[in-house]
């Protein structure tokens, strides 16, 4: 289900694809739009970003989370702790 930014909520970084974009909010939440590639439930996001075909959201517990053109991608086990990401 497609979600809208609530207002009055501070947007603080976006990232664009190729046919989708990612927004992530001042409280970490994390929203899509453009391709049907939609964010999981995410609410303690720090950092996001978009590659071709999937995004990525970056949760404060430094797990990552991925999702896109195939569905929700597995991150291995070991990717823990991150602090930081590009796409």
């Given amino acids: 289900a497609k979600r809208a930014v609530p207002s009055p909520s501070k947007v ?11 927004a992530l909010t001042k409280q970490g939440s994390v929203f ?8 999981p439930e995410i609410t303690d996001a ?22 896109g053109k195939g ?3 597995n991150i291995p086990a070991e990717a823990t702790n991150i602090v930081g990401m590009a796409a």
Wanted: some cysteine; proline content about 2%.
């Fill in 12 to 22: 603080v970084s976006v990232s664009a694809g190729a046919s989708h974009n990612v």
């Fill in 71 to 73: 569905g929700p991608t």
């Fill in 32 to 39: 899509t739009w453009g391709s049907s590639y939609t964010a």
């Fill in 46 to 67: 720090v950092c996001i970003a978009a590659g071709t075909n999937y995004s990525l959201a970056l949760r404060s517990s430094g797990q990552l989370f991925a999702w």
